[in-house]
């Protein structure tokens, strides 16, 4: 979304659509998840784990730290980093209550 069309919503609306942009790689997801099996933080080279080329990796750790998903120290092989927990919780209130909302359309098309 262009920044000229972004401006037209609410602050809300576009945090959510930029984490949810964010969440749409397949990659992401698997660091992520990976990083939440370990339940502690990382400081261990992903490329082995995840079977992705190092530069892959950082790009997405930059992208998942750009929305504020991670913390820590993202450069060079030696990274340490983890869920931002306070960050995880507004985005997983915020998405609950979206998909929340009662949608009663009695008629459609």
Request: charged share 20%.
């Amino acid at each position: 979304m262009g920044i000229t069309k972004s401006d037209l919503h609410p602050d809300a609306y576009n945090r959510l659509a930029s984490v949810l942009k964010t969440l749409a790689h397949p990659a992401r997801i698997a660091i992520l998840q990976y990083i939440i099996n370990q339940k502690a933080c990382i400081c261990t080279d992903l490329v082995t784990e995840l079977g992705l080329a190092q530069a892959t990796i950082s790009q997405h750790l930059k992208e998942l730290k750009t929305v504020g998903l991670i913390k820590g120290n993202i450069e060079g092989k030696s990274v340490c980093y983890c869920i931002d927990e306070n960050v995880w919780r507004t985005i997983q209130q915020t998405i609950h209550q979206f998909f929340d909302q009662e949608v009663n359309i009695p008629k459609c098309c």
